[in-house]
């Protein structure tokens, strides 16, 4: 399995598709591509303030400890943000269930939010996810790594 990080717009395409969420530039993905080189999970991470980013994502591959210290480690150590915001449909049980336990927790509804659905609007904060091990610092992991 291959992570590549960057600005793909197949990777944005590949979450677009499978989300519909919209996809706007400037954008940063993570694309998990298979042995045969399939594209088999996608991030895309878009609307950067500085201290906060919202991630849309597609794909069984996502759930993968080595993809979200990936994703941890540019959200929080690259770009620097304090928070990952994600809204997710309230018809989409499965990344219902799942968001919780990466660590995200549960903000509000956000009424109408896509179209004639709700949305569910969950965040992680960089001290959540130092707590509870959804991520190691890569400064951290090197010195661990040499000890």
Known sequence: MRILIGADQRVADFVAHATG????????????????????????????TGA???????????????VRQKLCDLVFGFLGCRRMGITVRKS?????????????????IARGYYGNEDGLVLSLLIN?????????PMEASRGSEAA
């Open 128 to 136: 959540e996810a130092l707590e509870h091990g959804h991520w190691t």
């Open 52 to 66: 906060g980013i919202e991630l849309s994502g597609a794909g069984k591959a996502i759930c993968l400890r080595s």
């Open 21 to 48: 969420d919209l996809m706007t530039s400037p954008f940063r993905t993570i694309g998990i591509w298979n042995e045969r080189g399939r594209l088999v999970g996608g991030l895309c991470l878009n609307g950067y």
């Open 92 to 108: 989409n049980k499965r990344m219902r269930a799942l968001a919780p336990r990466l660590g995200f927790k549960f903000e509000g």
